[in-house]
C-alpha cells in the first residue's frame, strides 16, 4: 500500500488512557505509542479520573513518548448506581466535545466506546471540521445493557438508542470489531460490509520469559509452592460466568495440590467470593486488579487460565483475557458459548477446552485432567503461545490498525 506524503495527525478519543489500568486503556495507549514510534502525530483525550472511581487524580496536560494527552472533566460518583454513572458520562461527554473542538484539526478521530456511544463526538467533528471517523466497537451498545439486565429490549430508550447507533455506525468512515461474530453484529445494524475491518484485540503483556516455574517470585509471595494453578485474570463483569467457577472451586476444594487464584476486580465477583467462602475452599488465593508491569508475572502463574462469558453476550465483547492466556503459552479454559469467536481459535490450535455455562462439573474434570497431565497441559501452551505470535499479536494488530488509517486518509 502507498503511504500518504506526510505523517497522519491521529486524534484518540476514550473515557480510560494510561495510566489507567482497564482494557481500553491499554489497548488505547498500545495503539498510540505505535502510531507515535512510527512517526505519526498523536493526540489523545480523556478523562482526569481513572475509570470507575471518583475525583480527578491525573493532570490536565501531559506528554508521553511525543503524545499529547489532553485529560479533561471529573467523575462525582464512580460507579455508584447506574443514574450516578450516566451523569458522569454526561459530564465526559461535553468536556470531551469541547476540548475535541477547541484543538486543531487532525485527519482522523478513532473513537472508542467508554463511554457508550462517544463516538457521536467524532461524528459531530467529521461533519464540522471534516475528520474522518473510525469507530473501535470495544463493546455494542446498547445490546450490552439488556444482556446485562439494565434494560429492555422494547420502549423508546431502546429505540433511542439503536437509533443513535445506527446513525453512529453509518456515519463512521470505518468501523473496527474485534471479531466475525462482532462484525456481523455491526453489518445488520447498517455498517457498509466494505468499511468493517476485523481487528482482534491483543495481550497486554508481549514478553514472558521462559523460566522454571519455581522462578516467578509470585509463588513464594502468594504462597502457591509447585502446585498446579489455575488462574483467572482481570474484570468479572456482568457478562462472565461465575457460576461453572463456583462450582468447580466447591468440586474440588480438598484438592491441596491445586491452587486457584481469582484476580482482578469486577461486580461479579462478590458472588464468586461468597461461593468461595460458602463452601469452605482453603486452596483459593484472591487479590485485586495488578499494575500493568506486574501482568507478565502474574500471567506466568497460570499453568491453565480461565476465560468465561455468558450465553447472549457473544459477538457483544470479546474478552481480551483470552489473548493474554495464549501470549502467556498457557492452555485456555473457556467457559460459555460454543459460538464464539474465541472458540473457533481455541479449536483451530488446539490449545484449550470449552465447557458450557455453568458446567462446574465438566469444568472441575478438565482441570484434573491437566494437572495430572501436565506435558500435554505444556503442549497446548506451546500451541497458544505459537498461534499467538503468528496472528494475534500487537505489533501484527497495531500494524492492520495503521493500514486502516492510512487507507482512510489516502480516500480523501
Known amino acids: 500500500m502507498n503511504q500518504p506524503p506526510r ?30 514510534a512510527h512517526d505519526d502525530d498523536v493526540t489523545v483525550v480523556a478523562s482526569r479520573a481513572m475509570y470507575g472511581a471518583r475525583g480527578a487524580v491525573l493532570p490536565k496536560r501531559e506528554d508521553r513518548e511525543g503524545i499529547a494527552i489532553y485529560r479533561v472533566g471529573l467523575q462525582l460518583f464512580g460507579k455508584r448506581g447506574i443514574m450516578a454513572r450516566v451523569f458522569d458520562f454526561a459530564l465526559f461527554y461535553i468536556a470531551a466535545l469541547w476540548q475535541c473542538f477547541i484543538l486543531p484539526r487532525h485527519d482522523v478521530v478513532i473513537c472508542l466506546t467508554t463511554p457508550p456511544f462517544i463516538v457521536l463526538v467524532g461524528v459531530l467533528l467529521k461533519w464540522f ?25 422494547s420502549g423508546l430508550l431502546w429505540k433511542f438508542l439503536c437509533w443513535v447507533e445506527r446513525l453512529c455506525l453509518r456515519q463512521s468512515d470505518h468501523v473496527v470489531v474485534l471479531g466475525n461474530c462482532m462484525r456481523q453484529k455491526v453489518i445488520d445494524k447498517g455498517a457498509s460490509p466494505d468499511r468493517v475491518s476485523v481487528i482482534c484485540v491483543w495481550s497486554g503483556a508481549e514478553k514472558f520469559l521462559d523460566r522454571p516455574r519455581g522462578d516467578n517470585p509470585l509463588r513464594k509471595e502468594w504462597g502457591i509452592g509447585d502446585r498446579f494453578t489455575i488462574l483467572y485474570l482481570g474484570n468479572f463483569g456482568l457478562g462472565h460466568d461465575m457460576e461453572a467457577l463456583a462450582g468447580a472451586v466447591e468440586i474440588l476444594k480438598d484438592n491441596d495440590a491445586i491452587r486457584w487464584l481469582f484476580i482482578g476486580g469486577g461486580k461479579a465477583k462478590k458472588y464468586l467470593e461468597d461461593q ?16 500493568r508491569e506486574k501482568l507478565a508475572d502474574v500471567l506466568d502463574l497460570g499453568d491453565a487460565q480461565l476465560v468465561t462469558l455468558l450465553p447472549g453476550w457473544e459477538g457483544l465483547i470479546v474478552p481480551s483475557k483470552f489473548f493474554s492466556v495464549l501470549a502467556s503459552g498457557r492452555p485456555a479454559l473457556w467457559v460459555g458459548p460454543a459460538q464464539s469467536e474465541c472458540v473457533t481459535i481455541l479449536n483451530e490450535n488446539k490449545c484449550g477446552y470449552q465447557s458450557e455455562a455453568g458446567d462446574g462439573e465438566s469444568l472441575a474434570r478438565e482441570i484434573q485432567y491437566l494437572s495430572s497431565h501436565q506435558a500435554e497441559a505444556m503442549d497446548m501452551g506451546g500451541r497458544a503461545k505459537l498461534a499467538y505470535q503468528s496472528k494475534y499479536s500487537s505489533e501484527q ?16
Open 7 to 36: 505523517r497522519i495527525r491521529v486524534l484518540i478519543l476514550n473515557q480510560a488512557f494510561w495510566p489507567d489500568g482497564v482494557a481500553t486503556a491499554q489497548h488505547a495507549d498500545d495503539l498510540a505509542r505505535y502510531l507515535r
Open 129 to 153: 471540521k471534516g475528520t474522518r471517523v473510525v469507530y473501535w466497537t470495544m463493546d455494542l451498545y446498547p445490546e450490552v445493557a439488556v444482556a446485562a439486565g439494565i434494560m429492555k429490549r
Open 276 to 291: 468461595i467462602r460458602k463452601c469452605g475452599a482453603r486452596n483459593v488465593y484472591l487479590d485485586g486488579a495488578q499494575p
Open 397 to 412: 494488530s497495531c500494524k492492520a490498525w495503521r493500514n486502516v488509517l492510512y487507507t482512510i486518509v489516502q480516500s480523501k
